[in-house]
């Protein structure tokens, strides 16, 4: 049987993932996304998990991907992560960093 090519378009990584996954959204649902909080994102991934999986190749050939994602969550001390929420929930704390208002003393 033949190896299974990569798409060379395809994210190796869970931050290449974010950022293909943070192109695609508009400025609003950023907005959104970023303003939900740390427990709310249990939803958004069973919104988005599946389409995660399907356009990303996730448990279908994209080794580096689902091996990156194992690291993270092999990083934490948390059981109900799976490959997709680190995805998700990178991408929300990268919108923390980058679209929630601070207030400036």
Known sequence: MFPKMIDANLPLTADEAVDTLLADL????????????EDELGLINRMVGHQIVKDFRLW???ESLLRDCLDAIADEDDDELDPTMVIVRAMWQKLQDTHVLRLVK
Do not use: D, T
């Not at 508009?26 to 909080?37: D, I, Q, T, V």
């Open 26 to 37: 508009s400025l609003l649902e950023r907005n959104h996304l970023a303003y939900l909080s």
């Open 60 to 62: 279908s050939g994209n």
